[in-house]
């Protein structure tokens, strides 16, 4: 596994550097950089495979002292290549380092470049991986009372590098810089603490239901799920609890907390608790095939597990997004409700769709010899999916549609609003697309093959019940869309503000088209360049304009919110 | 919001519950067809019935061959759930084939991989035998 990490971590740093670079060349004013940003690319990328290769020529060296036994036969090709890493590696690695720090000395402007913090961030990160996948070797042999020393001095090394390299970002890096070590770091906590937690609860559920019916005849159970869990939440608590959650919510950090706190966190409950739930229906109530009642419930646990995880997570993620979020609505609370009802519709839709599955099932001729996998199973599968998705869907759902009926004009204007619907049409329209086209191939190849019977429907049956969810789908928000439209024209003879504006903060095409229709006037965005600025809360905007009587305004966004500035067009 | 997007919303909540109380009460009649005792296709049904729940004694009765034993019949690997549909069959003077359609599903979005199979038979008297060759065992007792 290490290997693996390794190897694609030392493929795309390369190419993610060679990326950076590429966009800094060719951004306007490209002209004011010279051939500095082509040397920071090589010197950070020498002083990153240098420092891997003295890393892993280290660990090999130290990893030989204690291990015990101690290696008698000698392996001597990683003893060479050990050494030449180690012995060979360690002047070239010093030498590019006393080389950066003289750079950093003698220009401070070193020190801001983006390279430098791509390459603390790419290294730490890299660190903080292999350091992780240490101490879990540490960890999951201890709790069954062993101690593994070789992963132990690995950890030391590892997380040495990690320390120093988490250390110079917070002291030599601009704050903005740093986030994403941190956005990244938080990340892989989370979802090693929540797979290491629904890896114990599976493991617990499995020990203390299913294999209590049937216990397991050879067991090597260690302890792997707690470790996982232990390291997740370590790293976890270091980088969101102490670090990262008290940030701005910027953009990057409302991408880890929205898609990803909330979103990713409702798909793995929705997906677990979908399962566990058909396995209970089919047990009582379909047909359940082969097996005993523990070979049957093998995976649920697992399913329970991640349901749980996944619902706590989801609830955590909620308060810190509440927490965050100011008292009026705006775009971000929006992109919450729509996100929810988007993840949830799906599940429904996988529903509808299976239970058109089920009903063609049921108009072709019964099989034969049929064991677990009956209509009725279909049946179950399609009420579990419509039980969790359904109500779920209709609870966002039924909030989006009451904030519309409270305050038509900014919900309907809001650019996550048409972009969900958009969305949904697109999936859709791609859908039908494929869908048609799959089950006209199946329908021609059966005409050809003597004619469309009972098996080319079988065949048929999925397409035709994903193109009767889409449509059903597509349907209902289409009308949704249509209203929406209507309204607009209604709502924006209603506004009124100043005939040129000129917004001036963070890129954002959904604020200017929002006054703009507010206004009905010339809206220009100018982006900020001094620090990043934070994203546009949209109905404050909107409402400030609005009720401006000059001719003409200049609204800056900066971290204190926005200012109205009164301004005369030369 | 929206009385016609209501009304479509409340239309396909109906048809939704409509059509799950109709496929209930479709899927709670139907049986499988039922063959005449003794020929071929119900020879191979009972066959079949018997390898999905794994009552090895009863198919081993069942096959033509006696090399194959109870062990190789334990070794075989079978689906744990799967749907067999007849597709054909051909019955000759003192051999017959029967077609069938495999599909092993059973998962949660209605998927499932789906294989044609061929059961050779030969007539022992006044019943018929299935091949050992025959799908789930193929070659049972060969090896």
């Known amino acids: 596994m290490i290997g693996v990490v390794l190897g694609i971590l030392v493929t795309a740093a390369p190419v993610v550097l060679l990326v950076l670079l590429v966009r800094r060349l060719t951004r306007p004013h490209a002209g004011a950089v010279d051939g500095r940003s082509v040397r920071r690319f090589f010197q950070y990328a020498l002083l990153y495979g240098l420092l891997l290769v003295v890393a892993i020529g280290v660990t090999g060296l130290l990893v030989r002292l204690v291990e015990s036994p101690p290696t008698v036969f000698g392996d001597d090709t990683d003893l060479a290549r050990s050494l030449t890493f180690t012995v060979v590696g360690m ?90 070590h941190l956005a990244v770091g938080s990340l892989i906590g989370l979802v090693t603490l929540l797979v290491g937690l629904a890896s114990v609860l599976a493991d617990a559920g499995r020990v203390l239901v299913v294999e209590r019916a049937a216990p ?17 939440a370590l790293v976890w608590v270091w980088y969101w609890l102490l670090h990262y959650r008290a940030g701005p919510p910027d953009l990057l950090w409302l991408t880890y907390v929205l898609p990803v706190g909330v979103g990713a966190s409702l798909v793995t409950a929705v997906v677990g608790s979908s399962l566990a739930l058909y396995a209970v229906l089919v047990w009582v109530l379909g047909d359940p095939g082969y097996g005993a009642w523990p070979r049957h419930f093998a995976g649920t646990p697992a399913a329970v597990g991640a349901a749980v995880v996944g619902l706590a997570s989801w609830w955590y993620h909620r308060q810190v997004l509440r927490a965050s979020a100011p008292a009026t609505r ?122 469309v019977d009972a098996r080319t429907w079988y065949e048929m049956r999925v397409p035709l019940g994903i193109l009767v969810a889409t449509a059903a789908v597509s349907g209902y928000h289409w009308r949704v869309y249509r209203e929406d439209r209507a309204a607009a024209p209604r709502v924006g003879a209603e506004r009124h503000g100043p005939r040129y504006v000129l917004l001036i903060g963070a890129p954002d095409d959904g604020v200017v088209a929002a006054v703009r229709k507010a206004t009905r006037g010339d809206v220009r965005l100018w982006v ?43 | 919001m929206t009385r016609t997007a209501d009304r479509v919303l409340v239309g396909i909540v109906v048809a939704v519950v409509l059509l799950g109380g109709v496929i209930a009460w479709v899927a709670s009649r139907r049986t499988p067809e039922v063959f005449a005792p003794g020929t071929p296709e119900a020879v191979v049904q009972e066959f079949l019935g018997a390898a999905l729940d794994r009552d090895d004694e009863k198919v081993l009765a069942m096959l033509s061959d006696e090399s194959c ?5 334990a070794r075989a690997w079978v689906p744990e759930s799967a749907r067999i549909v007849l597709v054909d069959s051909t019955v000759r003077e003192s051999s017959a ?38 799908w789930p065992y193929y070659d049972c007792g060969g090896w």
């Open chain 1, 91 to 180: 002047p070239m690695l010093a030498g590019v380092v006393l080389w950066t720090r003289v750079l950093h000395r003698r220009d401070p402007a070193e020190r801001d470049a983006p390279g430098w913090a791509v390459y603390l961030t790419v290294a730490g990160l890299t660190a903080l991986v292999m350091a992780m996948a240490d101490l879990h070797g540490v960890v999951s042999p201890a709790v069954t009372g062993r101690w593994a020393p070789d992963a132990g001095v690995a950890f030391l090394v590892w997380g040495g590098i990690w320390a120093v390299h988490a250390a110079l970002l917070g002291r030599t890096v601009p704050a903005g810089l740093a986030r994403g």
């Open chain 1, 216 to 232: 397991a005849f050879v067991s090597a159970a260690d302890g792997g799920p707690v470790a996982l869990a232990v390291v997740g």
């Open chain 1, 330 to 451: 705006n775009d971000v609370v929006r992109l919450h409700d729509y996100l929810m009802a988007g993840i949830s519709l799906v599940a429904a839709a996988a529903g509808l769709a299976v239970l058109v599955v089920a009903a063609i099932e049921a108009l072709l001729p019964a099989a034969v010899v049929q064991r677990g996998a009956s209509v009725a199973n279909s049946l179950l599968a399609a009420t579990t999916l419509l039980v969790v998705g359904g109500p779920l869907w209709w609870m966002f759902w039924r909030r989006i549609r009451r904030e519309t009926a409270r305050a038509v004009a900014s919900e309907i204007a809001s650019p996550v609003r048409r972009t969900y619907l958009l969305v949904l049409f697109g999936v859709g329209a791609v859908a039908a697309v494929v869908t048609v086209l799959v089950a006209s191939y199946m329908a021609i190849r059966g005409a050809l093959e003597g004619g």
């Open chain 1, 528 to 570: 900020r360049t001094d620090d990043p600025a934070p994203p546009w809360v949209t109905d404050e905007v909107v409402a400030a304009v609005s009720i401006d009587t000059h001719p003409a305004l200049a609204v800056i966004g900066g971290a204190d919110g926005i200012q109205s500035i009164p301004i005369q067009r030369p």
């Open chain 2, 69 to 73: 034993t109870l062990e190789d019949l």
């Open chain 2, 97 to 134: 084939t029967v077609r069938i359609e495999v599909t092993e599903a059973g998962d949660l979005l209605g998927g499932g991989w789906s294989h044609e199979e061929v059961v050779g038979l030969t007539r022992d008297g006044a019943t018929w035998l299935v091949r050992p060759s025959s």
